[in-house]
C-alpha cells in the first residue's frame, strides 16, 4: 500500500473515532443518511446508530428504480457511502439524553464503483480533471431565499414575512429572528457565517457562509437550503429557493464565487497585470462566456429562471465581463490576493449545487485547455444600453426561456462532457417534459387576457 493511501486509512479512522466519541457524548440515537436527486432534491433514510459500522463500510442498499433519474428496475439496487468528514449532530433535534446525525453520502453500484447518476460523483470528476492540471477549486456560493406565511393548513402563501429592505434592522426586518436560529443551527454543525441581512426584496434573506472546495462547498449549500427550510418551518413559515416566486420585486439568485489554487497559491491572482488577474483568470473567464448559453440549462434550471433573468431586477441577461460591473454576467470583486476570484451572477438556488458547480468550473477550466481569450471588459451599465450599443459592443443574451436553454444545452459540449451520458440523458429529457408541461398549459394571465376580448 502506498503512503498516501496509509495516511488517508489512518485519517479516516481518527475521524470515524471522533464520530464515534461525539456520538457517545451527545447520546445519538439516529443517523440520516442523505443523497441528492438528479434535480438537487435531498433524499435521506434513517437508520439506528447500532448499524454505524455496516454505514461506514457502504452496506445501506436502496431501491435506485424509485430516485427520479436514477436506475431502471431491473438494475435497481445501489448503496450509499457516506463521507465521514460531513458528519454532523442535528442542533434542533438535541434534547435531554437525546439526539440524530446525518451523513451526506455518494452512490455506488453494487461492485463498489461510483454511480454515474449520482450528481455528487459527476462533482467528483470535474475535480479530478482540474486536479491532472495541477488546480484545486475553490467555491463561495451565496444563495437569496423568501421567507412566506402560511395559510391555516400549513400551505405556503405568497405572502411575504415581512415588509423590510436591503440591509434593514428590526422592527421592518422581521426574519431577523429566524435568521439567527438559522445561523445558530449552522454554525453548531461546523460552518463559519460570514454575514446574514435582509436582502432587497421583501421577505427575501441572505445568509453568507465561508468559501470550501467545490465538493465541500456544495455539500454546505445542500444542507444549507435544508436547515433554513427546517428552521423556517418551526416558525409557521415556507421557506423557498424558488428564483422568482413575485411578479415585479427582486428574485434570489446563488451568486457563485470560483477561483483555482495551485500549490498552494491563487491561480487568479497577478499583481503585474492592470486587473491583477492572472492569465488562467483571463482564460477561465473566456470559457464562461463562450460556454454559459450550453450550461444555462443546469444553472438556471427551472422555467421560472427565466423570469428571474429580465432587465431592471439586479440579476444579469447579458453576456459580458467586468472587474467591478455588477451588471456583468461576471464580475471580478474587488479583493486580490489569496481571495481573487471570478463571480458568476446568473445561477439561482434552484439549481443542483453539485451539477452547477461542475458546469461552471468545467466551462472555466475548458477555456484554460484551449487558451481561450476573453473579450474586453464592459465596465458601462448595461442594463440602460440602447440594443444599437448592446450589438456594437458584441454583447449576447443569456437563453430567454427553459426551453430556448434546453436547446442550448443539447447543441453544445460541455453538459455532455461534463455531466456524462447517464445524468445528461435523464436531465435533458426531464427538463424537456417540465417545459412541454409549462407551454402547453393554459395559464391565469391568458384568461384573464383573452377570455372575455375574444
Not at 44 to 56: G, R, S
Not at 96 to 118: I, K, M, Q
Not at 120 to 134: D, M, P, S
Not at 293 to 308: D, G, I, W
Request: with cysteine; hydrophobic share 40%; net charge negative.
Amino acid at each position: 500500500m502506498s503512503k498516501l493511501l496509509v495516511s488517508q486509512v489512518n485519517d479516516n479512522a481518527a475521524v470515524l473515532e471522533q464520530i464515534k466519541e461525539t456520538i457517545k457524548q451527545k447520546n445519538v440515537e439516529l443517523l440520516h443518511l442523505q443523497f441528492v436527486d438528479i434535480e438537487g432534491i435531498l433524499k435521506h433514510v434513517t437508520v439506528t446508530v447500532e448499524q454505524l459500522d455496516d454505514v461506514v463500510n457502504g452496506k445501506m442498499m436502496f431501491d435506485g428504480s424509485s430516485i427520479k433519474g436514477f436506475s431502471p428496475i431491473n438494475k435497481s439496487d445501489l448503496y450509499l457511502l457516506p463521507d465521514l468528514n460531513t458528519f454532523a449532530v442535528l442542533p434542533w433535534t438535541v434534547e435531554e439524553g437525546y439526539a440524530e446525525a446525518r451523513f451526506l453520502c455518494s452512490v455506488v453500484n453494487p461492485d463498489g464503483t461510483l454511480f454515474e447518476g449520482d450528481p455528487r460523483n459527476v462533482l467528483k470528476k470535474t475535480i479530478e480533471r482540474a486536479a491532472q492540471q495541477g488546480y484545486t477549486i475553490s467555491v463561495g456560493p451565496e444563495l437569496e431565499f423568501f421567507l412566506f406565511k402560511t395559510d391555516e393548513n400549513g400551505n405556503p402563501t405568497t405572502v411575504p414575512q415581512d415588509n423590510g429592505g436591503y440591509f434593514e434592522p428590526s422592527p421592518k426586518d422581521l426574519g431577523e429572528r429566524v435568521r439567527l436560529e438559522i445561523y445558530r443551527a449552522l454554525k453548531a454543525m461546523g460552518f463559519t457565517i460570514e454575514a446574514s441581512h435582509h436582502e432587497v426584496a421583501e421577505g427575501q434573506h441572505e445568509i453568507n457562509f465561508k468559501y470550501a472546495d467545490a465538493l465541500g462547498s456544495a455539500d454546505n449549500a445542500t444542507t444549507y437550503k435544508w436547515v433554513v427550510k427546517t428552521i423556517a418551518s418551526k416558525y409557521g413559515l415556507h421557506a423557498t429557493f424558488m428564483p422568482k416566486p413575485i411578479f415585479g420585486i427582486n428574485g434570489s439568485g446563488m451568486h457563485v464565487n470560483m477561483s483555482l489554487f495551485k500549490d498552494g497559491e491563487n491561480a487568479f491572482f497577478d499583481p503585474s497585470d492592470e486587473n491583477q488577474l492572472s492569465e488562467a483568470a483571463y482564460q477561465f473567464i473566456a470559457g464562461l462566456l463562450k460556454n454559459v448559453k450550453s450550461f444555462a440549462a443546469v444553472t438556471n434550471p427551472l422555467v421560472n429562471s427565466y423570469k428571474r433573468l429580465v432587465p431592471g431586477y439586479e440579476a444579469p441577461c447579458y453576456i459580458a465581463w467586468s472587474a467591478s460591473n455588477r451588471s456583468a454576467l461576471i464580475r471580478i470583486p474587488a479583493k486580490r490576493g489569496l481571495a481573487t476570484r471570478v463571480e458568476l451572477r446568473c445561477p439561482d438556488p434552484a439549481s443542483n449545487p453539485y451539477l452547477a458547480f461542475a458546469v461552471i468550473a468545467a466551462a472555466g477550466l475548458d477555456g484554460i485547455e484551449k487558451g481561450l481569450q476573453a473579450p474586453a471588459a464592459i465596465d458601462e451599465d448595461i442594463f440602460h444600453m440602447t440594443e444599437e450599443r448592446r450589438a456594437q459592443l458584441g454583447i449576447e443574451n443569456l437563453p430567454g426561456s427553459l426551453g430556448k436553454a434546453i436547446e442550448e444545452l443539447e447543441n453544445g459540449t460541455i453538459g455532455r462532457k461534463t455531466l456524462g451520458d447517464h445524468v445528461f440523458n435523464e436531465y435533458v429529457a426531464m427538463k424537456k417534459e417540465e417545459w412541454d408541461s409549462y407551454r402547453t398549459a393554459v395559464h391565469a394571465w391568458e384568461i384573464e387576457q383573452y377570455q372575455g376580448k375574444f
